[in-house]
């Protein structure tokens, strides 16, 4: 990567459950590249690419960025709302006018839905043992 490409590079942070996306946006034509693999390939669901393009979509910027992405941790629903939540904020280093709409849509607001811990005399986190009366 060349000097003058990296200077027009805006980053942005995401997180959702386990997953932390670190998310680098380049003017391009709408390419989006996951841990060094395509959108597609790494993404087979339909319904995760959706959720990934949704701030892209959202401010009229799907064919004026290329996108590259290294996420960690979590499984791919988590890792695909890192990422959502990583374009949306690398955007707003882009143009702070799509704070309004990335806001009201919720790209911004770090999920904090967590796996709640297992309680010891319990089966999980709220599973109890069956009760026998008898």
């Given amino acids: 990567m060349n000097v003058a490409r990296k200077a027009e590079s805006y980053y942005g942070t995401g997180r959702r459950k386990e997953a932390v996306a670190r998310v680098r946006l380049f003017p391009g ?3 989006i ?3 060094q693999r395509s959108i597609d390939e790494y993404f ?5 690419r959706t959720i990934v393009r949704q701030p892209l979509v ?3 910027t799907d064919g004026k960025y290329d996108v590259i992405v290294n996420v ?3 499984g791919i629903t988590g890792q695909a709302g890192a990422i959502r939540h990583g374009i949306a904020r ?3 280093t882009v143009d702070e ?6 806001k009201q849509a919720g ?3 770090r999920d904090p839905r967590m796996k709640e811990r297992k309680k010891y005399g319990l089966k999980k986190a709220r599973r109890a043992p069956q009760f026998s009366k008898r």
């Fill in 33 to 35: 590249i996951i841990n």
């Fill in 72 to 74: 960690t941790g979590g």
């Fill in 29 to 31: 034509n709408g390419k």
């Fill in 58 to 60: 959202l401010t009229n």
């Fill in 90 to 92: 690398a955007l707003l």
């Fill in 44 to 48: 087979p669901r339909e319904v995760l």
């Fill in 107 to 109: 790209f911004l607001t």
């Fill in 97 to 102: 006018e799509l704070r309004k709409p990335l």
